[in-house]
């Protein structure tokens, strides 16, 4: 219960803008409209156990709260940074007491995944057995953040970062609230829209900022920015946000979409990516999707790769720009890739199957007399250099596992293959 003087003091904009209603609550209708899931559970008056999962800013908190108030269910918030087992152990058996009285509880836990796996665990009991309606929320992907078991109970529902109409609608009640417009253009209100990120809050208090200035001239954009600190991209490094962004660089440059790849590179480095991560993935981009359609392209990563760790940040990055070009702009064949996949497998499935005795050296008399080395036709005795024995396994027929594709330096090497294959079939027969 709030105090006479607790009323009386200030509360930042965006805590007074907080939705008192779900419709109040914008730029989530996939969640909360009549046919959707919070929308079917609000009709109902029914609430099962949730996790909700987005960005900062997107309504997790209010959501809980109200779907608590829409339900009659006594709302109890925890933070995951905060508490620990003993605030749980409160928790569930005030819940039970409630329970008994004929009143469930709602049990909210901010940033859920910061528990723990045993922690995590002490909630199935509760959970299974309804004594709690767990809404956790999370800005990590559950599916890597919390237990099989928990998340078997729970129904997952993604919240949408902000889209640009959601942000507006935002703006317009901050002014209706202060009672006078933002001192902005028609451009710097789309980049204060643009630095807010998709984060609601965090676009209410640059608001609340601007809203506070004395009166003027609207600012243009280069005025806004000096006016307020531009928020860094989310951008976790050892979380999804990392994998995401290596992922779209990844399969843009695979798609040979050069300004794709770019941005995608751009923001993992203004995301304070450690740019020998992006030069190893690069790396590893030439030898498995461009590999032999253009064998230079595993020299410029390595040379960009090197030119970085001499020059470091920001000159060596250049080094990467031009090794993410070459590689978005390089023939692509993942024929080398494959044909190491295949050769693996059939390697375990064949076990221990011995080399033809023929291309067996034989440095001891005992070898020489057991065959080893009979019959070996050294190829650059041969006229053409080419000697076409057989090299596999007597137990196995010959296998292909290479198969170059007609792009870039891999339609020669096809053509070596197909002269190789025409001398073989001559020279033993058509029976290799």
């Known amino acids: 219960m709030s105090t006479l003087f607790e009323s009386q003091a200030p509360r930042p904009l965006a805590d007074r803008l907080r939705p008192r209603t779900?419709?109040?609550?914008?730029?989530?209708?996939?969640?909360?409209?009549?046919?959707?899931?919070i929308g079917r559970m609000r009709s109902a008056g029914i609430m099962t156990s949730i996790v909700l999962w987005g960005p900062p800013g997107t309504g997790k908190t209010t959501i809980a709260r109200l779907l608590a108030e829409h339900t009659d269910l006594h709302f109890e918030p925890l933070s995951a940074v905060f508490s620990g087992v003993a605030d749980l152990r409160k928790v569930f058996e005030s819940a039970k007491g409630r329970r008994v009285a004929g009143q469930g509880t709602l049990l909210f836990i901010d940033e859920v995944h910061r528990f723990n796996r045993v922690q995590q665990d002490g909630f199935l009991p509760y959970v299974e057995d309804g004594t709690v309606i767990l809404v956790g929320a999370t800005t990590e992907n559950p599916s890597f953040e919390l237990n099989g078991a928990l998340l078997s109970r729970c129904h997952v529902l993604v919240l949408n970062r902000l889209d640009d109409a959601a942000l507006e609608k935002l703006l317009v009640r901050a002014e209706s609230e202060e009672g006078k417009k933002l001192p902005l253009d028609q451009d710097?209100?789309?980049?204060?829209?643009?630095?807010?990120?998709?984060?609601?809050?965090?676009?209410?208090?640059?608001?609340?900022?601007?809203?506070?200035?004395?009166?003027?001239?609207?600012?243009?954009?280069?005025?806004?920015?000096?006016?307020?600190?531009?928020?860094?991209?989310?951008?976790?490094?050892?979380?999804?946000?990392?994998?995401?962004?290596?992922?779209?660089?990844?399969?843009?440059?695979?798609?040979?979409?050069?300004?794709?790849?770019?941005?995608?590179?751009?923001?993992?480095?203004?995301?304070?990516?450690?740019?020998?991560?992006?030069?190893?993935?690069?790396?590893?981009?030439?030898?498995?999707?461009?590999?032999?359609?253009?064998p230079q392209a595993l020299t410029q990563a390595m040379a960009a790769w090197q030119a970085y760790e001499r020059l470091g940040t920001p000159e060596g990055e250049l080094a990467l720009v031009q090794c993410v070009i070459y590689m978005a702009t390089a023939p692509k064949s993942n024929a080398a890739y494959m044909a190491e996949k295949?050769?693996?497998?059939?390697?375990?499935?064949?076990?221990?199957?011995?080399?033809?005795?023929?291309?067996?050296?034989?440095?001891?008399?005992?070898?020489?007399?057991?065959?080893?080395?009979?019959?070996?036709?050294?190829?650059?005795?041969?006229?053409?250099?080419?000697?076409?024995?057989?090299?596999?396994?007597?137990?196995?027929?010959?296998?292909?596992?290479?198969?170059?594709?007609?792009?870039?330096f891999e339609r020669d090497i096809q053509k070596r293959l197909d002269y190789w294959n025409k001398l073989r079939e001559k020279k033993t027969g058509g029976n290799s």
């Open 22 to 37: 779900l419709d109040e609550v914008v730029g989530q209708d996939h969640l909360l409209g009549a046919d959707k899931p």
């Open 342 to 408: 295949a050769s693996r497998r059939l390697a375990r499935e064949t076990g221990s199957l011995s080399p033809p005795k023929h291309i067996l050296n034989a440095p001891t008399k005992m070898m020489k007399d057991m065959g080893y080395g009979d019959g070996y036709a050294y190829d650059h005795d041969a006229e053409d250099g080419f000697s076409g024995q057989n090299y596999f396994p007597d137990d196995m027929a010959r296998q292909r596992f290479y198969h170059p594709k007609e792009r870039g």
């Open 188 to 294: 710097a209100r789309a980049s204060l829209r643009a630095m807010a990120d998709g984060d609601g809050r965090y676009l209410l208090n640059m608001a609340e900022t601007l809203l506070a200035l004395p009166g003027g001239d609207d600012m243009d954009t280069a005025a806004l920015t000096e006016a307020v600190q531009r928020r860094m991209p989310l951008y976790d490094k050892s979380q999804e946000g990392h994998y995401n962004l290596i992922s779209a660089l990844h399969k843009s440059l695979r798609g040979s979409d050069t300004d794709a790849a770019l941005y995608w590179f751009a923001r993992m480095i203004a995301g304070g990516e450690d740019p020998n991560y992006i030069a190893r993935r690069l790396l590893r981009f030439a030898v498995e999707d461009i590999g032999l359609a253009d």
